[in-house]
């Protein structure tokens, strides 16, 4: 231990921590498209305002052309993989879901809890895709989903981040639930969107999200951002 800094009771120090508890977790993806790559280099980003019109005209043709593979979404619906690490599942092909740890969580502790639930009906890109007609399976989610927490984790629903990305990196419907007291990558204001509120937003309004302007953030190389560029809409 060095140290690098005292002042009154305040102390800097420098510490190599012993092998044991210098375990790193780490995620391997091979092979790695250049996206991937891209996703987990730092970069600059911008905040896009996009509406209904922009998503029809400029995200989703992006979308359907160049998206992350969601073959590994598949293969936890069909039991391909993963299917050991299933904390609960409802099997109703329109309503259903099954949730499981997000590949984040080492699952050592619940200070950092974090699931996802993957919606069992396919094609269902995001939250622009929903209406009024997904409100069963988003009540299923919240409720059945924040019960099997409560059931394998102890920890209650007002505990939970309950919420759905926009953009999301994989257009398959998926809900994230994440300890309150974590700061999860990918809960800022700009991307994350609670439960509780799509649900209220969609029970006022059925077109909520096909119709309203989303802002979110982009990266400088994002290709999505180069299209709105073109478009003379940033
Ligand atoms: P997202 O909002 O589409 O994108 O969330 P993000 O990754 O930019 O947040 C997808 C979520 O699924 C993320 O929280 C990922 O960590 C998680 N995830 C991604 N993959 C490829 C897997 C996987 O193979 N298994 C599991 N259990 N989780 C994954």
Redesign the pocket.
């Given at each position: 231990m060095t140290r690098q800094l005292k002042n009154d009771i305040y102390g800097v120090y420098h510490l190599s921590p012993p092998a044991e508890l210098n375990d790193i977790k780490t995620t391997v993806i091979r092979p790695a498209t250049e996206k991937h790559i891209k996703?987990y280099l730092h970069q600059e980003v911008y905040l896009i305002q996009e509406s209904g019109e922009d998503y029809k005209n400029i995200t989703l043709p992006f979308i359907e052309s160049q998206s992350f593979s969601i073959q590994?979404v598949y293969n936890?619906l069909e039991k391909k993989a993963?299917a050991d690490?299933i904390v609960y599942e409802n099997s109703d092909p329109d309503n259903g879901f099954i949730l499981?740890?997000?590949?984040?969580w080492n699952q050592k502790q619940v200070e950092d809890l974090?699931l996802?639930a993957i919606s069992q009906k396919k094609g269902i890109k995001s939250l622009r895709d929903l209406t009024a007609d997904h409100l069963p399976l988003l009540r299923n989610i919240l409720k059945e989903g924040t019960e099997a927490i409560l059931k394998r984790y102890g920890l209650r629903g007002n505990q939970l981040r309950i919420y759905l990305?926009y953009q999301?990196?994989?257009y398959h419907l998926?809900v994230?639930f994440t300890a309150l007291g974590h700061d999860a990558?990918?809960i800022t204001v700009e991307r994350a969107h609670l439960l509780y509120d799509v649900i209220q937003n969609l029970e006022m309004d059925s077109r909520y999200y096909e119709t309203r302007m989303l802002t979110y953030a982009l990266r400088e190389d994002e290709a999505l951002l180069k299209s709105f560029k073109e478009a003379g809409k940033c």
């Open positions: 996703k590994w936890i993963e690490r499981l740890p997000d590949f984040k974090y996802i990305h999301p990196s994989y998926h994230h990558p990918g």
